[in-house]
């Protein structure tokens, strides 16, 4: 205790509970983290750059790690940026509300997928704005139908700047967009001046082949803006990403206040990368950790396909989560607390949807545990939901 009596802050967000295979977490397992060769990386970063590493950095971001983005981004998507389109960012979160500062306005309506990344709800909420779903079907975003939608809000007066998105091994689904409706979805933002706000957080972490080529590679200069971390491929707690957008975007963000003021974003770290991709380390941990995820994932579509043969599901082919359908009636909302109780946690698809509706829905993360526990929780779900569906038990507190 400090001398306040107050409790101390802990370190982290998430706690694990021991006795719960706790499937809601998006959150790498921390003894998959790369601590001898981040260390190496931020040494040798020291090393090599000397003052520089520890000074004010370029407000882009600092030369070394854009350079060798524009060429990665050249091998893993359709399209290498200029290096005037790159900005390195403290995370895809971090993207998000610096473009939300930069496109949205209060009272403006902003469309997301359905279902999306929940917390982008929040951080575009914290800039006053009215979300509302865009339209989709079972294969995703519904492009014309998007278009409509921007027309008739305009006509009724309202500004819509943006629609966000994840389009590739999406979270909550896994699921990405096919190829037809990414270049339909393009064409519909280039017509209405729609900007594309692309979450692309999940683009190496494909396991059965490449990720699809980025809208932001199939769009015009100033249609798209693309989101990327590498929180998933190398380690969150970094608080590092990038973005890529048309230049005067890209100069736009520069310029503000704070960026300029704090001399970019995360400079030292953005150099640490740098080292780290020069030593071979990124690729290395890439691919460990793509195999360590494909495992993971294979082990829990087959537990489900086992214990759960009632539910269906789209195998994922890249990203970190299963999206899976109740058959009804229980709903994924009354089935956690039975979970809960027996020992399984997940989240509800409620989360993922700005309107009420979800609830036949239910998001497990496999990024956190290894094959043994995931099929162990898929088994307590199993046990969970044979309860849920006990006529004599339901309705009695599950807690209990
Ligand atoms: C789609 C998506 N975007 C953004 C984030 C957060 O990324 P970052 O840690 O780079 O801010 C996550 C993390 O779960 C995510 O799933």
Redesign the pocket.
């Known amino acids: 205790m400090p001398p306040t009596g107050l409790p101390v802050p802990p370190i982290v967000q998430f706690h694990s509970r021991p006795e719960t295979v706790d499937l809601a977490w998006?959150h790498p397992d921390p003894a998959s983290l790369p601590m001898a060769e981040w260390t190496d990386a931020y040494a040798g970063a020291l090393r090599r750059y000397g003052g520089s590493a520890l000074t004010y950095g370029y407000a882009n971001g600092p030369g070394p790690l854009i350079e060798w983005l524009a060429e990665r981004l050249g091998h893993t998507d359709g399209r290498a940026p200029d290096l005037d389109q790159i900005f390195v960012?403290?995370?895809?979160?971090?993207?998000?509300e610096l473009v939300a500062a930069l496109l949205c306005g209060r009272g403006d309506t902003v469309l997301v997928d359905a279902p999306?990344?929940h917390?982008?709800f929040r951080m575009l909420a914290d800039h006053g704005v009215t979300l509302l779903p865009a339209p989709s079907d079972p294969d995703g975003i519904d492009p014309s139908a998007t278009g409509e939608l921007v027309q008739r809000l305009r006509r009724e007066g309202h500004r819509v700047p943006l629609l966000y998105l994840?389009p590739t091994f999406?979270?909550p689904t896994g699921r990405s967009l096919a190829g037809p409706r990414r270049a339909e979805l393009v064409a519909v933002a280039e017509r209405t001046g729609l900007v594309l706000v692309e979450?692309d957080?999940?683009r190496e972490l494909g396991y059965d082949g490449p990720a699809p080529p980025s809208l932001y590679s199939l769009a015009g200069d100033g249609v798209v803006v693309r989101?990327g971390?590498?929180?998933?491929t190398v380690a969150?707690g970094l608080?590092?990403?990038w973005l890529t957008a048309a230049p005067p975007l890209v100069a736009a963000l520069a310029r503000r206040g704070y960026v300029d003021s704090g001399g970019g974003v995360n400079h030292a770290t953005a150099l640490a990368m740098a080292e780290f991709a020069r030593l071979g380390s990124y690729e290395r941990h890439l691919a460990s950790v793509r195999l360590r995820y494909r495992e993971q994932r294979d082990a829990l579509v087959a537990a489900v396909r086992q214990h759960l043969p009632e539910v269906t599901f789209a195998v994922p082919s890249g990203?970190?989560f299963l999206w899976l359908r109740l058959p009804g009636p229980v709903t994924a909302s009354a089935l956690l607390p039975y979970a809960e109780t027996d020992g399984v946690s997940y989240l509800p698809g409620t989360h993922f949807f700005v309107t009420d509706s979800g609830d036949e829905y239910v998001r497990l993360s496999y990024s956190l545990f290894g094959p043994e526990t995931l099929v162990e929780g898929v088994r307590r779900l199993a046990r969970a939901m044979a309860r849920s569906g006990d006529p004599v038990r339901r309705g009695t507190d599950a807690r209990s």
């Open positions: 998006g960012t403290a995370g895809a979160s971090h993207g998000l999306t990344y917390l982008a994840v999406g979270n979450d957080t999940y989101l971390s590498f929180s998933k969150p608080r590092l990403g990203g970190w």
